[in-house]
């Protein structure tokens, strides 16, 4: 089964790769988890949409606040409060701050945000709004066709290295992430890719 992050399908990635039979379906879905497992941590990026409740954040006394997860949606509700009891939360007027969606940074239009631990907590939606599944909501239809060729390339790789072992669970987990990575850092056209959807740690 492909997990709920996964870039691309058995079926998509079968058509890449000139496959016609079911003999390795198992071991292709699961170095599609694993690769797009990969390709997250790598660009420290959510790519699947989800919803997230009530994170929690420090105050550093700075004027932006960096979310943990981005993109955010623009068109989901998106709310920041802040702590003013031991379990009480008061909600932050949106006029007093303003969004960056594509970085995940909440700008605060007056003097920033309180130097105190666990100050504020926010609820948004983040990532984008594909299941490569259905028509118009692949991610080549949201123009992000390059980062599924990414993740074709990196598993292809992956396979071929496996010289016709069929027992996936044979093999650590670390290796693969080994193998995405030195096929990342060293294949031109998918380091060129994932340096677009890179995002900065953020500093805690």
Not at 163 to 172: A, F, I, P, R
Request: hydrophobic share 35%; net charge negative.
């Amino acid at each position: 089964m492909i997990n709920a992050n996964g870039l691309t399908t058995v079926a998509r990635l079968k058509a890449f790769l000139g496959i016609t039979v079911a003999t390795h379906d198992t071991i292709l879905e699961r170095l599609i988890n694993m690769a797009s497992d990969f390709i997250s941590n790598y660009c420290n990026t959510v790519f699947q949409e989800a919803i997230y409740t009530n994170e929690i954040y420090d105050g550093t006394g700075s004027l932006n606040l960096v979310l943990e997860k981005a993109p955010i949606s623009t068109t989901a509700s998106f709310q920041i409060e802040e702590r003013t009891g031991k379990s009480s939360w008061s909600s932050i007027d949106n006029s007093s701050y303003y969004i960056d969606y594509v970085t995940g940074i909440v700008h605060s239009r007056g003097s920033g945000f309180i130097d105190m631990p666990q100050k504020y907590r926010a609820t948004y939606t983040a990532g984008y709004a594909f299941d490569n599944f259905t028509p118009g909501a692949t991610l080549e239809s949201l123009g992000m066709g390059d980062l599924e060729f990414a993740t074709w390339k990196l598993v292809s790789k992956a396979f071929d290295n496996r010289k016709g072992s069929t027992d996936v669970q044979s093999e650590s987990i670390g290796d693969y992430s080994v193998s995405f990575r030195v096929s990342a850092m060293t294949d031109p056209i998918v380091k060129e890719i994932l340096s677009n959807y890179v995002r900065p740690h953020r500093h805690k």
